[in-house]
């Protein structure tokens, strides 16, 4: 008792002896960083069901898996290396946004190195990726991209939604009908009825993923009605329908084409090796530099802008009121994950409209659900390494197709909500501008022209005409 009361005198005496100002200078930086640990914590606890947030972890994988696949066997991509700082990625913007913000790869960088991998390597991915990260960066801490953000107006930007959200659906039907080469990047015959990989097992899982979670307003409904709104479960009495409304959809027929691949090649196993692969800087020449330029950042630049983060704010606004997140930000968040990671080997990565819409899908919520998905990636990467490749070779294409079909369906719906003719015409113009000419940039172009000559015609109409 005596030997504490002069220790709490002496800590007492010492707390006297602090100067005011240092004290004063102390309280805003504590203040600060209890407000960051509690933000990060907010933003990472389960809006929804625990079974509904790793349901839209989920709904990503559709796209991610068929590029990471075909990148690893076609240029030897750091299958292990992008696993991990993808993880990373997923936990951070987990953490920061609060949403299911997804990290998806960059399509048209990857689609150049899948076409032309004898020319266009690793060294060459790496450099178009840095590159890319590095201009959005600069949009980001500029302010230009917040400016880009504002003068864009609503149509094009859901022409951009639609266009990308029916490229991912027929590119999902191919998936299922046809027999995929990943490493050429090149469809097959017809994929046969029967079989682990057969016409007839993706088509009783898209029957199962409609019966559940029907066009997408039931779950978001049934996460409502379960949750008070002091975040505690209201207790009810569930029916058939209840039940079955609640099954996590997405992770049962993930599961499922994870059982399937093991199936189809029981030996997979052997081929195992335990440990993370070996991360090493990449070496990268002044030829790879301007090849990865040219050939990489000048055409995923545009799509990276428009789908990457002028869509993703919009439609994150949309599907989650008042988490309205800036466009630098999000420009920021892109740029310093390829600046980071680019230069170890990693995939180079972005944000993605389909991503977010396939995740909310299924029933991510919160930043947890991406979290989830991240530390998964990380416990992959780090116990199996580049050797899970033999896992994902033989994962059922049909299932995969399946996932992507119903992001791609999500995606395009957020356009549903133009009000007018004219703006409806400008969504289509852009939209079919987009497919068409397989570039979101062109039909960017054609949509705001679109938009701006359906402005100059009204302000003609709206003048006076002059007295005779």
Same mark, same amino acid.
């Given at each position: 008792?005596?030997?504490?009361?002069?220790?709490?005198?002496?800590?007492?005496?010492?707390?006297?002896?602090?100067?005011?100002?240092?004290?004063?200078?102390?309280?805003?930086?504590?203040?600060?960083?209890?407000?960051?640990?509690?933000?990060?914590?907010?933003?990472?606890?389960?809006?929804?069901?625990?079974?509904?947030?790793?349901?839209?972890?989920?709904?990503?994988?559709?796209?991610?898996?068929?590029?990471?696949?075909?990148?690893?066997?076609?240029?030897?991509?750091?299958?292990?290396?992008?696993?991990?700082?993808?993880?990373?990625?997923?936990?951070?913007?987990?953490?920061?946004?609060?949403?299911?913000?997804?990290?998806?790869?960059?399509?048209?960088?990857?689609?150049?190195?899948?076409?032309?991998?004898? @020319?266009?390597?690793?060294?060459?991915?790496?450099?178009?990726?840095?590159?890319?990260?590095?201009?959005?960066?600069?949009?980001?801490?500029?302010?230009?991209?917040?400016?880009?953000?504002?003068?864009?107006?609503?149509?094009?930007?859901?022409?951009?939604?639609?266009?990308?959200?029916?490229?991912?659906?027929?590119? *999902?039907?191919?998936?299922?009908?046809?027999?995929?080469?990943?490493?050429?990047?090149?469809?097959?015959?017809?994929?046969?009825?029967?079989?682990?990989?057969?016409?007839?097992?993706?088509?009783?899982? *898209?029957?199962?993923?409609?019966?559940?979670?029907?066009?997408?307003? /039931?779950?978001?409904?049934?996460?409502?009605?379960?949750?008070?709104?002091? +975040?505690?479960?209201?207790?009810?009495?569930?029916?058939?329908?209840?039940?079955?409304?609640?099954?996590?959809?997405a992770f049962m027929v993930f599961l499922?084409?994870?059982?399937?691949?093991?199936?189809?090649?029981?030996?997979?196993?052997?081929?195992?090796?335990?440990?993370?692969?070996?991360i090493e800087v990449v070496k990268i020449?002044?030829?790879?530099?301007?090849?990865?330029?040219?050939?990489?950042?000048?055409?995923?630049?545009?799509?990276?802008?428009?789908?990457?983060?002028?869509?993703?704010?919009?439609?994150?606004?949309?599907?989650?009121?008042?988490?309205?997140?800036?466009?630098?930000?999000?420009?920021?968040?892109?740029?310093?994950?390829?600046?980071?990671?680019?230069?170890?080997?990693?995939?180079?990565?972005?944000?993605?409209?389909?991503?977010?819409?396939?995740?909310?899908?299924? +029933?991510?919520?919160?930043?947890?659900?991406?979290?989830?998905?991240?530390?998964?990636?990380?416990?992959?990467?780090?116990?199996?390494?580049?050797?899970?490749?033999?896992?994902?070779?033989?994962?059922?294409?049909?299932?995969?197709?399946?996932?992507?079909?119903?992001?791609?369906?999500?995606?395009?719906?957020?356009?549903?909500?133009?009000?007018?003719? /004219?703006?409806?015409?400008?969504?289509?113009?852009?939209?079919?501008?987009?497919?068409?000419?397989?570039?979101?940039?062109?039909?960017?172009?054609?949509?705001?022209?679109?938009?701006?000559?359906?402005?100059?015609?009204?302000?003609?109409? @709206?003048?006076?005409?002059?007295?005779?």
């Open positions: 008792m005596i030997t504490a009361a002069l220790q709490l005198q002496t800590m007492e005496s010492s707390v006297n002896q602090i100067p005011l100002q240092d004290i004063q200078a102390q309280a805003p930086r504590s203040r600060f960083l209890s407000n960051v640990v509690f933000k990060v914590r907010d933003n990472l606890v389960f809006r929804s069901k625990i079974w509904a947030e790793l349901n839209g972890a989920m709904g990503d994988l559709g796209t991610y898996i068929p590029i990471v696949l075909a990148l690893t066997l076609s240029v030897d991509l750091n299958l292990g290396t992008t696993l991990i700082f993808t993880g990373i990625y997923n936990i951070l913007t987990g953490a920061i946004y609060g949403v299911p913000m997804p990290v998806q790869p960059m399509k048209s960088i990857a689609a150049v190195a899948i076409s032309n991998s004898a @020319e266009f390597g690793v060294p060459e991915i790496m450099a178009a990726g840095i590159c890319t990260g590095g201009i959005l960066l600069l949009l980001g801490v500029t302010g230009l991209m917040q400016l880009v953000y504002k003068l864009i107006p609503l149509p094009v930007v859901r022409g951009i939604q639609l266009s990308q959200g029916l490229s991912f659906a027929m590119t *999902a039907v191919k998936y299922i009908r046809k027999v995929q080469d990943f490493s050429k990047s090149k469809s097959g015959g017809d994929r046969q009825w029967l079989g682990v990989d057969g016409l007839v097992l993706a088509i009783v899982c *898209a029957c199962f993923v409609i019966v559940v979670n029907g066009a997408g307003e /039931e779950g978001s409904e049934r996460d409502g009605d379960d949750i008070n709104l002091d +975040g505690r479960e209201r207790p009810m009495r569930k029916g058939p329908r209840q039940i079955v409304a609640s099954l996590p959809s499922l084409g994870v059982i399937l691949a093991f199936i189809r090649r029981p030996g997979v196993v052997k081929g195992f090796k335990f440990g993370p692969s070996s020449s002044k030829h790879a530099w301007k090849q990865g330029f040219i050939k990489g950042t000048i055409p995923q630049l545009p799509l990276s802008v428009l789908n990457s983060v002028i869509a993703v704010c919009k439609l994150s606004s949309d599907l989650f009121p008042g988490k309205d997140f800036s466009a630098s930000s999000v420009s920021v968040s892109v740029g310093m994950m390829n600046i980071v990671g680019c230069w170890f080997g990693a995939m180079p990565c972005c944000h993605g409209a389909g991503g977010l819409a396939g995740q909310y899908k299924f +029933g991510g919520r919160s930043g947890g659900c991406v979290a989830l998905l991240g530390a998964a990636k990380m416990l992959l990467g780090l116990v199996l390494g580049s050797s899970l490749v033999m896992v994902l070779k033989q994962f059922p294409v049909g299932v995969l197709g399946v996932l992507l079909l119903f992001a791609g369906i999500e995606l395009a719906l957020a356009s549903r909500d133009m009000n007018t003719k /004219e703006e409806s015409f400008v969504m289509l113009v852009c939209a079919a501008v987009s497919l068409v000419g397989s570039s979101a940039s062109l039909g960017f172009v054609c949509g705001m022209i679109a938009h701006v000559l359906l402005h100059l015609r009204n302000w003609r109409k @709206e003048q006076p005409c002059p007295a005779v």
